[in-house]
Nanobody, 123 residues
């Protein structure tokens, strides 16, 4: 079955960096566009970034532009999210997701989801 497994989350101070990874299996990875979302308790899942099937196009939420970089390695079935200059408001559970649609920023357009990885940015 389809599996998306995130890793790389943790606790970091304001201004710090983290790199999230998502390992995909059970799907034709190079056909899928990939996205990252984040969620905090009591709020809806929020779009963060997306990358198209071959990595040629990316799209970011305004709140992370210039600080986050999404990338992928189709040979390894991996997608990454490099985060720099982190702020306390970046705190949340980060989810990796796969969609056959482009460009989509709403969670309902993504067919497959990982279990999430916690990112906590302390002030």
């Amino acid at each position: 079955q389809v599996q998306l497994v995130e890793s790389g989350g943790g606790l970091v101070q304001t201004g710090g960096s983290l790199r999230l990874s998502c390992a995909a299996s059970g799907l034709p990875f190079s056909r899928y566009n990939m996205g990252w979302f984040r969620q905090v308790p009591g709020k809806e899942r929020e779009f963060v970034a997306a990358i198209n099937w071959n990595g040629a196009s990316t799209y970011y939420a305004d709140s992370v532009k210039g600080r986050y970089t999404i990338s992928r390695d189709n040979a390894k079935n991996m997608v990454y999210l490099q985060m720099i200059s982190l702020k306390p408001e970046d705190t949340g559970v980060y989810y990796c997701a796969a969609s056959l649609l482009w460009v989509v920023t709403t969670s309902r357009e993504y067919a497959h989801w990982g279990q999430g990885t916690q990112v906590t940015v302390s002030s």
